[in-house]
């Protein structure tokens, strides 16, 4: 673990755009979305546990809310991503530093609108659960606009 955050150190210093939270995170995202896809990362055919772009994006989001719910996007900012394209910036600095594997046809691109941040974890944001947030506003007196 100490080199892959040797590694991490020397990414950030080439690109510090991004905290090591946030290599962190794409690589507990990475983990969750090949178990949701049934994929064995330890296998050695690249086929049998390749993501896809799109497919990473997919789990980033659902393991966003599952780690941060309606703060994610909040989390996201304090960590420099604000849009889809840095998570795919994110992967490739971790491509290129020979921590994540790509295939041929991998690219950043793969990354770029696939998932508008704000709308998903802001205007769209669904609150699970049966605690009612309008009816603890309305006993706080506070009226919806």
């Not at 020397?10 to 995170?25: N, S, T």
């Not at 993501?51 to 994006?57: A, E, H, P, R, S």
């Not at 599952?66 to 992967?91: P, R, Y």
Request: hydrophobic content about 35%; proline content about 1%.
């Amino acid at each position: 673990m100490a080199k892959t955050w040797n590694k991490i150190k020397e990414i950030i210093k080439k690109d510090p755009r991004y905290l090591p939270q946030a290599y962190q995170f794409v690589f507990e995202a990475l983990d969750y979305t090949t178990n949701i896809l049934g994929k064995n990362q330890r296998k050695t055919n690249e086929l049998e546990r390749h993501v896809t772009g799109k497919q990473l994006m997919e789990g980033l989001r659902q393991y966003a809310i599952k780690q941060f719910g309606f703060m994610a996007l909040t989390v996201f900012e304090q960590w420099g991503v604000k849009q889809d394209a840095d998570f795919g910036n994110i992967v490739f600095n971790l491509v290129e530093s020979g921590l994540m594997g790509k295939t041929e046809t991998d690219s950043r691109e793969d990354f770029k609108n696939t998932c508008d941040l704000k709308k998903v974890f802001d205007e769209e944001f669904k609150f699970d659960g049966k605690y009612n947030i309008q009816l603890s506003l309305n006993a706080l007196g506070i009226k919806k606009r």
